[in-house]
């Protein structure tokens, strides 16, 4: 079993970055393909970004690509989503989600096993 905790949430203006960071317990953390998830005030969670175990793959939604990026650190047992250009939009909590099932990474949800609390992430204009 692994325990995550997201940080690096935040209020910062449009055009900005943040570097949220997600922090997980144990020690097979390697072991885990991991993924961020972002949930906007009234709307459904949404997939952001996914990160296969050794980092060598990642895929993200269309809409982000270029503007995020996820990687991670597996001796520090941490994964981490670079965020820049920051919209409005993109006003949310963002989660992040771990797996040690057989697939590589993954885009649904309902393929993860493990989830943080979330971090509040607020875009000004």
């Known amino acids: 079993q692994v325990q995550l905790v997201e940080s690096g949430g935040g209020l910062v203006q449009a055009g900005g970055s943040l570097r949220l960071s997600c922090a997980a317990s144990?020690?097979?953390?390697?072991?885990?393909?991991l993924g961020w998830f972002r949930q906007a005030p009234g709307k459904e969670r949404e997939f952001v970004a996914t990160?296969?175990?050794?980092?060598?793959?990642?895929y993200y939604t269309d809409s982000l690509k270029g503007r995020f990026t996820i990687s991670r650190d597996n001796a520090k047992n941490t994964v981490y989503l670079q965020m820049n250009s920051l919209k409005p939009e993109d006003t949310a909590v963002y989660y992040c989600?771990?797996?040690?099932?057989?697939?590589?990474?993954?885009?649904?949800?309902?393929?993860?096993?493990?989830w943080g609390q979330g971090t509040q992430v607020t875009v000004s204009s």
């Open positions: 989600a771990a797996a040690n099932t057989r697939f590589t990474y993954a885009v649904a949800a309902d393929r993860y096993d493990y």
């Open positions: 144990g020690r097979t953390f390697s072991s885990y393909f």
């Open positions: 990160i296969s175990r050794s980092g060598g793959n990642t």
